[in-house]
């Protein structure tokens, strides 16, 4: 089995490769990487030379759950942290389990036979949604993580107004008009946010029904929204998106 480390921790690392072998002697640890800054370009590039990823969620530069944003990651992953309000946010993204540490050999092993016992699921270079779907706690997300500087914050997704992207990044902004980079994309929001509460209005733009303030009809039967916090650009119902936003506005949907 290739594995790869991502872990910022020394001693972390030590002990995990050391309960690697202890489990299976063949073991192959192909890399170590201590940040994004190297761990992406080098999964954009190897990925299909690995069997299973093991990622600390805090990493020197940023949460690894924004590997998922940089990379069209398909192979397993277990994640390793100290912290258990990550549990959500790894089971939405190609987590086959979530070990705290200090890291138990048992917990570990425990992880592995729980991949082999599904290794069907992750034939070379497809997809693991299925295995994913199936491993998903229930409920739609009802807090996202947050980091500012060196410091993690909670943002109950009630407080979030609308959610936009900007070229690579996309915000949360909330009712206090603060804004927030989140580690997820719009179409992984689709996935998390509860749907009679948030809609994609376009290709950049989610918003929040209690974010309304007005719809406007203009220009070829598109929709103009006004939202609070004012956004500093338009707000535009996609043409094709008019007919499922008014059902959804009337609380047909």
């Not at 924004?66 to 790894?90: G, H, Q, R, S």
Request: glycine share 4%; hydrophobic share 40%; no cysteine.
């Amino acid at each position: 089995m290739n594995v790869v480390i991502i872990e910022d921790e020394p001693l972390a690392i030590d002990k995990l490769e050391r309960y690697l072998k202890q489990y299976d002697s063949s073991v192959q640890i192909l890399a170590k990487h201590a940040s994004l800054e190297t761990a992406v370009p080098w999964i954009q590039e190897r990925q299909n030379e690995v069997d299973l990823f093991f990622m600390d969620i805090q990493l020197t530069d940023g949460l690894s759950f924004e590997i998922f944003n940089k990379t069209d990651l398909k192979k397993p992953v277990i994640f390793t942290t100290a912290y258990d309000e990550f549990a959500i946010e790894a089971f939405r993204v190609n987590s086959i389990d979530y070990l705290l540490k200090p890291l138990k050999y048992l917990d570990l092993s425990r992880a592995i036979q729980k991949l082999e016992g599904l290794r069907e699921q992750f034939q070379t270079g497809n997809t693991i949604a299925p295995v994913v779907k199936q491993l998903q706690k229930g409920g739609y997300k009802d807090r996202f993580l947050v980091r500012i500087g060196n410091h993690l914050h909670s943002i109950q997704t009630e407080d979030a107004q609308y959610f936009y992207a900007e070229g690579r990044d996309v915000y949360l902004v909330t009712t206090e008009r603060k804004r927030y980079i989140i580690p997820h994309t719009l179409e992984h929001l689709e996935e998390m946010l509860a749907p009679k509460q948030f809609f994609r209005v376009n290709r950049s733009f989610y918003v929040g029904l209690k974010a309304i303030k007005d719809v406007t009809v203009f220009s070829n039967r598109r929709l103009k929204l006004a939202v609070a916090p004012k956004w500093e650009k338009e707000v535009v119902v996609s043409r094709e998106k008019v007919n499922d936003f008014k059902r959804w506005f009337e609380g047909l949907d």
